[in-house]
Antibody, heavy 124, light 107 residues
């Protein structure tokens, strides 16, 4: 059974870069799925950050696009998130999630499997 | 960007009650709508996609309906384990966006 596991620092300094990795176990990252990052500030709702396909194709939330890079490492069966110039507003639980594909390989756009999430706090 | 508005933001109902949550899109999204359940301290769980298709393993007391701009999630008989916050999400185009959530409690 496929599982997702986020990893990375729990504390990042303001103006620094938040870097997280999502390990995929029990299956291949090269399967017919898109891989997303979603975040949730404490006590608030969900915000989609962006997604990647194993080919390297990406889609980003325009509100974060200038600061976000999502990449894939097929050899390690994982994908990663870099969010630059962070502020306290980026403090959140960060989830990685799987999204199924359309017949043509494009993303369906919803998420049928989620990692457990990791809290990242931006503070000096 | 298309905005997703849920109502109510919270509700309290008795066990066995029929519960309805509404999600409205600011533009036509056809049936590109999903619903998630997030129990306290837990990970979101997909309940419904394509507005009305029940995800495998989800109890049949959950149902979804609607198309275009107006959608509903219905719990036909509320159970104690349904205490959670429910989110709608549109996926017709980027950016993928969620509604603000509806918190469901037991009266």
């Amino acid at each position: 059974q496929l599982q997702l596991q986020e990893s990375g620092p729990g504390l990042v300094k303001p103006s620094g870069t938040l870097s997280l990795t999502c390990g995929v176990s029990g299956g291949s990252i090269s399967s017919l799925n898109w891989w997303s990052w979603v975040r949730q500030p404490p006590g608030k709702g969900l915000e989609w950050i962006g997604e990647i396909y194993h080919s390297g194709s990406t889609n980003y939330n325009p509100s974060l696009k200038s600061r976000v890079t999502i990449s894939v490492d097929k050899s390690k069966n994982q994908f990663s998130l870099d969010l630059s110039s962070v502020t306290a507003a980026d403090t959140a639980v960060y989830y990685c999630a799987r999204g199924p594909t359309l017949g043509g390989g494009g993303p369906m756009g919803y998420f049928d499997l989620w990692g457990r999430g990791t809290l990242v706090t931006v503070s000096s | 960007d298309i905005q997703m508005t849920q109502s109510p933001s919270s509700l309290s109902a008795s066990v066995g009650d029929r519960v309805t949550i509404t999600c409205r899109a600011s533009q036509d999204i056809r049936n590109y709508l999903a619903w998630y359940q997030q129990k306290p301290g837990k990970v979101p769980k997909l309940l419904i996609y394509a507005a009305s298709t029940l995800q495998s393993g989800v109890p049949s007391r959950f149902s979804g309906s609607g198309s275009g701009t107006d959608f509903t999630l219905t719990i036909s008989s509320l159970q104690p384990e349904d205490v959670a916050t429910y989110y709608c999400q549109k996926y017709n185009s980027v950016p993928l966006t969620f509604g603000g959530g509806t918190k469901v409690e037991i009266k």
